[in-house]
């Protein structure tokens, strides 16, 4: 009897640390419009205080984010250069998000993922309350739901599945506070997101994160999120992958799935003269500043790509049934 207790005592405790280490994804709601149809922005890789033209591209969101009647804005992570904030009063919070993105179409939800060059700094900073209350545009949270009733988007915090910030940060400094061990909290992300890609009844299923899953630019693939997060991507029929981490504009689609991947994070600083082909099929690659636009209906979305001057330079359709091109 005492080694069934022993081992019952064991049990109980292995179950309340998988509990413990293992929450529910926090969901938020944002209904569609009274037509059905939902409109957002998407940029990344934006904060540099309006420099590498951040204003410009800013000022062109704003324009047609007034056209498109926008529902809200996702930013696909590294919101803050070079290295994150360094606190809750940071002024490079008001320096680079609220005294840029001044447009009136602009004054909507920012739902905001981390990138790596946030961890360099003080994360808990970026998900503190403290700087909704400064600007009540911004969220931004490592793991989170949001429901539009057409679309569920699933925001996904990427960088601490990338091993090498880990193993070898070189001169850089990343905050693993609430992250670490890493060898626990990936699991627990991967079931739990696979928990709440099975529970979503939506017509659309969107996950956002910061690094890229395929890309032919400077960083091009991630081999973690290839290997780890991609598999959960497919098993649950995700339609788009959108991320930042490249600083271009990318459609990318993928070979043996109906995955769109979609690269936005040309918000200020763009490389230029990279170009590593992949396996997967190249749709649209832009390496410039600008941002991306998303139109959608229960049955059809748009996405368009604009450049740093608005203009626009790539539009793609897809139905939800047929999953087919234009």
């Known amino acids: 009897m005492a080694g069934f207790a022993r081992e019952t005592m064991a049990l109980a405790i292995l179950l309340f640390a998988i509990l413990a280490c293992s929450a529910e994804l926090q969901r938020f709601e944002s209904p569609a419009k009274p037509d059905g149809s939902l409109s957002i922005l998407v940029v990344g890789d934006w904060g540099r205080k309006g420099q590498f033209n951040q204003s410009q591209v800013a000022t062109q969101m704003g324009r047609i984010g007034e056209e498109l009647d926008i529902d809200f804005v996702v930013s696909t992570g590294d919101n803050f250069y070079e290295d994150g904030l360094t606190g809750v009063d940071d002024k490079a ?54 429901n539009a009733e057409i679309v569920d988007f699933f925001f996904v915090d990427t960088t601490p599945l990338v091993e090498s910030y880990w193993t070898n940060p070189e001169d850089h400094h990343y905050d693993w506070r609430e992250v670490a061990p890493r060898e626990n909290y990936i699991p627990n992300l991967l079931k739990d997101l696979d928990a709440a890609l099975k529970e979503s009844t ?28 991609l598999p959960v991507l497919k098993d649950n029929g995700v339609d788009l992958y959108v991320n930042g981490h490249d600083h271009c504009l ?13 690269t936005s994070g040309g918000g ?59």
């Open 93 to 146: 919070f008001e320096e680079s998000f609220t005294d840029i993105y001044t447009s009136k179409s602009l004054q909507k939800q920012w739902y905001s993922v981390l990138g790596n060059h946030d961890y360099r700094g003080d994360v808990l900073a970026q998900l503190s309350p403290v700087l909704r209350n400064i600007d009540s545009r911004w969220l931004c949270l490592r793991n989170f739901i949001l």
């Open 202 to 229: 939506a017509p659309w299923k969107i996950v956002v994160g910061h690094h890229t899953m395929r890309s032919v630019s400077d960083h091009g693939d991630t081999p973690e999120l290839l290997a780890l997060l």
């Open 250 to 262: 990318e459609h990318i689609s993928s070979k043996d799935s109906p995955i769109q991947y979609l």
């Open 268 to 326: 200020s600083k763009a490389w230029r003269g990279v170009f590593t082909p992949n396996s997967d099929k190249l749709q649209f690659f832009h390496d410039g500043q600008g941002f991306m636009s998303l139109q959608l209906t229960a049955a059809a979305a748009n996405i368009v790509f604009y450049d740093v001057f608005g203009q626009e330079l790539y539009q793609w359709s897809v139905t939800k049934n047929l999953h087919a091109a234009e």
